[in-house]
């Protein structure tokens, strides 16, 4: 009942707000100060702090309270303007690296630009997107997004926008904030957060400000069996449209192993030693499926991962005299996402005189095989005795920004030097074993793969887990940057006013995966050791580039209700230096430089008119340039992993490479960078944006409006997706597959190569809308804020001929994402008085179509019949239910110096709605944990205390 009164009520709001309009600021931008002098993001010149020709959205150090986030990327991931974004739980199926990102309108995390104070800050690789894990949501006084291209003044990275996270500054107080949260099914998933802050100095009575400040604050896992809706895993029943369906998403890497036989005659026998000679499966997370076991990875994997933060900041303002400032900030940041998911999954080839397969040998005779017919033998294997495959994924950061600010004969100025890296380690935690130890383990006898699991077999394997660093990077960037604005004559509306900047920048990247995780290769001739469960075929990457731009920017106010603006900037990147060059094959080659010189320019001209003093009506247009990565350059090819369940492709069938077909499963990848210099070279992506909006304040208490936009990309760099090379029934991509020795199997298996190249052309459409409207009355304040975006397009050609264009607003797509239609927030505050304040927020995600199941390819549902088995596999297109939440708040200001805030999220315990699934955003099956929260009911206090 309550999920039907809420789908009414967001329908009848999201109406409305067509009606009314979209894209306005809780305040209206006509009623601040005129004299108030300050930078806007977006724009290099200080000006008067109206609403401008730019949607810029600003939140509060009380609207982030407001919330309930006690992460930065928590925060940035409950705005209505960001989708395809990396969540942390990303990083349970050994990807995601422990980040957490952000991207504006669904564009990409590599087109959305985070800036520290204004300042850019260190990637987590080689482009652009910042780890948001880094950044102590604590320490940040307020954020400002902008929510339009603005490469002309800030780069060739923020062709999606800006998110600007501003830091606290000129504090004087001793300040202590706790925050303690829990779901109310367990403490599972708990998270607890302290930060203390004490400032020095005021810096405008007394000239100089110094802040301290640390926190720590922690996440407890979440694991696929703490919750209902996914402790079943790939045995997960349910019904839809009167039907009884089950979803059958088992591994055939099994526990015990399973064995394939091939025989002399062409034939082939699967089986299971420890089904045939006990008659069962183990109950162990395990399935029969006729002489087989299958396991249900999806029940052991986490949901969330266990998340760890230390933070310090420091800061430094000193004003040296009136027209000039130094400053300097520093922030170092530890974080660690320990992120587990199922058991190590690996086919290993059997040595026919080994004990491995003496131990295999009874059952396959008990069968009434003759076992001198076999010619080869392969074990597909779940290490369950190794533990869950768990990273601990670590991110060192650290970030000092310092220079002058200052005013010299009517010209404000800043010169500024910016340092900041980020070092990223993966440790092997647990689950990942020595391929060496484990085959001298199974050799000898001491564990025996076809038993079941046990305490005894597990203390037999332990000595093969892996506890070790597998892979170190660092990424970094040094920045010199200036910048100058002042006026320059006076127009009908004001004084005219210019702006100036260069800056230069040095970004370099290196990797260096341990000896395990390379694996024997021509660099380690003597090593022989793989990692089992894990990648082995890394090979380091040393690269580095140079760049540097300069803009200018014209602020014209041409009547005194029109304001132009025009903003140009040129950039040039250096071709990439790359210090560790590896041939296709492996050998390392003298250094060299790839890629090729890359520079454009861009511009940007926008305008805001008001033709009355309550309204506004603003546009810009826009273009953008992005350079390619380095590492799209650099990459040596190596082992990309694995691919999603596929069935092997037709053209593969009838190809000599057929013998390593394996029908429906997990394929190898292999990828690396594109390394063409000249001509041939990667080519910067293009891009042409505008923006069409209004703000209309039809009377004092109400602010509404519109915001129009649009994004073409051109010429993106990015590999063929997966489901179209393998699932290709022409042979065009046929040249892409190939035979790969892989030393963990240690047998050739069927590989695709997916590199790089300019193909993908994209559009982005929407409307951003932020309504507010206050009101007072005798039982206080109250103020009503809704925010959301409507997205109208986000098509993607994948540049191949033939290839139908991606449409993927609500639906999920071939590159396994949802662009949700509508994504909105609606809050209201209550404030009775200046001591009490009360809110209540609720989000709402529009349904989707889920992807699409088919029973010739994906095999992964069927009917369920009475007995609750499964039945005939089946076809299924459906569709995933909206999802809403209601959050409540209320805080105490007991005095100057103690506040407690007391909140519950997800007031009405919402599941997050079924899907099936099984591609993209982990191992977890039943829902999509990158779009939904998987806590349920939370419970959170916080308590503020100043001295």
């Keep these: 009942m309550v999920e039907k009164i809420l789908s009414r009520s967001v329908r009848l709001m999201f109406a409305s707000g067509v009606v009314m309009g979209a894209g306005m600021l809780a305040q209206p931008a006509f009623a601040q100060d005129a004299t108030q002098r300050i930078e806007i993001t977006g724009s290099s010149i200080k000006r008067i702090a109206v609403e401008g020709a730019l949607p810029v959205q600003t939140l509060s150090k009380a609207q982030i309270e407001q919330s309930g986030a006690t992460t930065a990327a928590d925060l940035i991931a409950s705005l209505p303007s960001m989708q395809g974004f990396v969540s942390s739980s990303a990083s349970v199926n050994g990807g995601g690296g422990g980040t957490q990102t952000a991207s504006i309108h669904g564009i990409g995390d590599g087109y959305t630009l985070v800036l520290l104070n204004g300042r850019r800050v260190a990637p987590f690789t080689t482009g652009s997107t910042v780890n948001l894990a880094s950044i102590p949501l604590s320490a940040v006084e307020r954020v400002e997004i902008l929510t339009d291209g603005a490469s002309a003044l800030y780069g060739s990275d923020a062709i999606a926008g800006v998110v600007n996270f501003v830091l606290k500054k000129n504090q004087k107080d001793f300040n202590i904030e706790f925050t303690y949260s829990t779901p109310q099914e367990s403490s599972k998933g708990k998270t607890t957060n302290v930060a203390i802050s004490k400032g020095f100095g005021d810096l405008n009575k007394d000239g100089y400000n110094v802040l301290l400040a640390y926190s720590h604050d922690e996440q407890a896992e979440l694991n696929a069996a703490d919750r209902e809706f996914t ?44 089904k045939i000679l006990n008659g069962t499966c183990p109950a162990l997370n395990t399935v029969a499926a006729g002489d087989r076991c299958r396991f249900d990875y999806a029940q052991t994997v986490q949901i969330m991962p266990e998340l760890k933060r230390d933070s310090f900041m420091g800061t430094l303002n000193y004003q040296i005299n009136d027209d000039l400032k130094f400053y300097a900030e520093t922030l170092a940041t530890k974080f660690t996402s320990t992120a587990a998911f199922a058991a190590p999954a690996q086919p290993l080839g059997i040595d026919l005189k080994s004990k491995v397969w003496a131990n295999a040998l009874p059952a396959y005779v008990k069968m009434g095989f003759n076992p001198a017919n076999v010619t080869s033998a392969t074990m597909n294997l779940r290490l369950v005795d190794s533990g869950r495959r768990t990273d601990g994924w670590e991110t060192n950061s650290k970030h000092l920004a310092t220079g002058l600010e200052g005013t010299f004969k009517n010209w404000d100025y800043a010169l500024g030097y910016i340092f900041s890296e980020n070092k990223s380690i993966d440790n092997a935690v647990a689950g990942y074993t020595s391929g060496e130890k484990l085959d001298a383990l199974m050799a000898s006898g001491a564990f025996n793969p076809f038993l079941a699991p046990s305490a005894a077999q597990k203390a037999a394997l332990a000595p093969a887990v892996l506890h070790q660093v597998l892979d170190t990077s660092t990424s970094s960037i040094s920045v010199l940057n200036l910048r100058a604005s002042t006026s320059l004559f006076q127009m009908a509306g004001g004084a005219a006013s210019i702006g100036l900047g260069a800056d230069a920048m040095t970004q370099k990247y290196v990797d260096n995966p341990s000896a395990i995780a390379q694996g024997p290769n021509i660099q380690q001739p003597n090593w022989t050791d793989t990692n089992v469960g894990g990648g082995t075929g890394a090979l380091p990457v040393d690269a580095s580039r140079k760049s540097w731009g300069g803009f200018t920017e014209l602020q014209m106010p041409v009547l005194k209700n029109l304001d132009v603006n025009f903003a140009a900037r040129y950039d040039s990147y250096d071709a990439v230096k790359n210090a560790k060059n590896f041939d296709d094959l492996g050998n390392l080659r003298a250094p060299a430089t790839q890629g090729s010189k890359q520079s454009s320019a861009t511009y940007k001209l926008s305008a805001a008119f008001r033709p009355v003093d309550n309204t506004l009506l603003r546009a810009s247009y826009g273009t953008g340039f992005k350079a390619p990565n380095m590492t799209s350059i650099t990459q040596p090819i190596v082992n990309g992993g694995s691919s999603n369940f596929y069935d092997c492709p037709g053209p593969v069938k009838s190809s000599p490479l057929s013998s390593l077909c394996n029908g429906y499963a997990e394929y190898g990848l292999l990828s690396g960078g594109n390394s063409a210099t000249g001509s041939t070279a990667l080519k910067p992506e293009q891009s042409k944006q505008w923006t069409l909006g209004f703000r209309v304040e039809p009377i004092q208490s109400v602010s509404v409006g519109f915001d129009l936009w ?56 929407g409307i951003d809308w932020d309504h507010s409207y206050r009101m007072n009355t005798s039982a206080g304040k109250v103020t009503f804020n809704w925010t959301g975006t409507y997205m109208l397009k986000a098509d993607s050609d994948s540049g191949v001929p033939g290839e139908a264009t991606e449409k993927s607003v609500g639906r999920f797509d071939k590159y396994n994402n949802v662009t949700f239609r509508v994504i909105s927030r609606l809050s209201a505050i209550w404030k009775p008085s200046d001591r009490y304040t009360h809110s209540a927020t609720l989000g709402y995600h529009s349904s989707y179509t889920d992807q699409v199941i088919t029973a010739d390819n994906d095999g992964s549902l069927a009917l369920r019949n009475a007995d609750g088995s499964a039945g005939d596999n089946v076809d299924l297109t459906r569709t995933v239910r909206a999802y809403y939440t209601l959050d409540l708040q209320s805080k105490v200001k007991f005095s100057n110096n ?49 001295f």
């Design 710 to 765: 649009e994004v073409k990309l051109k010429d993106q760099i990015t590999s063929l997706p997966q489901s179209l090379v393998f699932q290709d029934k022409t042979g065009k991509y046929l040249p892409l597959f190939s035979a790969y020795y892989d030393p963990i199997q240690k047998q050739k298996v069927l590989v695709a190569t997916l590199s790089p190249f300019n193909l993908a052309n994209a559009k982005f459409q």
């Design 231 to 274: 402790k079943m895993g790939g045995q997960t029943a349910f019904n839809e449209n009167g039907k009884k369906y089950i979803m059958t998403m088992t591994s055939g890497n099994s526990t015990p192993g399973n064995v394939t036989v091939r025989r002399s005659d062409g034939g082939a026998v699967n089986f299971n030693p420890y």
């Design 898 to 946: 103690l506040t407690i805030t007391g909140g519950i999220k997800n007031l009405f315990n919402q599941d997050p709605p079924l899907s099936i699934r099984n591609a993209g955003g982990g191992n977890h099956l039943g829902i999509d944990g990158r779009y939904t929260d998987p806590l349920g009911r939370q419970f959170y206090v916080v308590g503020n205390l100043k």
